[in-house]
């Protein structure tokens, strides 16, 4: 997809890698220094989206209201880090063509928006072009400025051709939330072994001799027998003793949930603004 102005509309809009998987938001374009064709696009990626990486143009294509790129959404994470300052130099756009040349194939010499489209001619050592790659869009202001794919001296490329007016741009620190995860809780059921003391009354019986006088009622059994001589009784005694037992019976449920808990952090992101004034009149900023 090599059309600037179809590229331009989709500033501020989702890139999707080859998978279809959502990467960022898209933030600015690059062109080639000596063609002028898309080359480059960042994408906010990070948490919170605050770091702007480098994906290349070629063979993305669009995909209803997105930009479906060529690459993994790991490919473009991991791309090397450069400033988006508006422009590249050598080194920044070699490293980029070296990251993704094994997931585009070898496209050195080739132009049209391609990856290595723009580079230096390193037989001749020749260069064409100024060297710089103008910053086509912005991410900030991407809905309130107007855009346009115009270079030159003495233009503004946020505005129409106009020698009377320019067009002010800056941007704009947009905050969001991402759901990543933060840890794991685990419920874990193990035995342990204490000791239970409990008191029980136990009972027994005990000896002890009781007398009675001979009386009517019993002188029959007591004169029965010898009337002298020796005699032996027994006794059986009984006790009672503890007895232990033991049954699992169940006390409680215990399961695993969540709340959310909401708390406040800080976060701070340098932004950029342009600003205009009339150095020839010596006339403050506004």
């Known amino acids: 997809m090599t059309n600037p102005d179809q590229l331009l509309d989709l500033i501020g809009r989702n890139a999707i890698d080859v998978d279809g998987d959502k990467i960022g938001k898209i933030g600015q374009l690059y062109t080639d220094d000596r063609t002028g064709d898309p080359q480059w696009v960042t994408v906010s990626t990070g948490l919170f989206g605050s770091k702007q990486s480098f994906a290349p143009l070629y063979d993305s294509k669009r995909n209803g209201d997105d930009l479906q790129l060529a690459v993994t ?30 997931h585009l194939g070898d496209q050195d010499g080739q132009q049209g928006g391609q990856p290595a489209a723009g580079r230096t001619d390193r037989e001749t050592g020749d260069r064409t072009g100024d060297g710089d790659r103008d910053r086509l869009a912005d991410v900030a202001d991407a809905e309130g400025a107007g855009r346009s794919a115009d270079r030159g ?24 939330t991402e759901q990543v995860e933060a840890g794991r809780a685990r419920l874990r059921k193990y035995v ?39 005699e032996e009784h027994e006794v059986t005694l009984h006790a009672e003793r503890p007895v232990v037992d033991k049954e ?17 952090q800080t976060v701070s992101e340098e932004v950029r603004k342009e600003q205009i004034d009339t150095p020839d009149e010596g006339r403050s900023r506004r």
Do not use: C, W
């Not at 001296?153 to 905050?175: F, I, K, Y």
């Not at 204490?194 to 000896?207: F, G, I, L």
């Not at 449920?253 to 406040?264: A, D, H, M, Y």
């Open 73 to 102: 959404k790991e490919q473009v994470k991991d791309a090397p880090n450069v400033d988006d300052d508006g422009h590249l130099e050598d080194d920044e756009n070699d490293a980029l063509f070296a990251h993704y040349r094994g």
């Open 153 to 176: 001296e003495g233009r503004d490329v946020s505005g129409p051709n106009t020698d009377d007016a320019m067009t002010r741009s800056e941007e704009r620190l947009r905050v969001g």
């Open 192 to 230: 342990v072994t204490e000791n239970v003391t409990q008191t029980v009354p136990v009972s027994h019986e005990e000896v002890r001799i009781e007398r009675e006088p001979i009386t009517d009622a019993n002188r029959d059994e007591a004169v029965s027998g010898e009337p002298i001589s020796e």
């Open 248 to 264: 699992t019976v169940p006390v409680e449920r215990v399961k695993l949930g969540t709340e959310t808990v909401t708390e406040e």
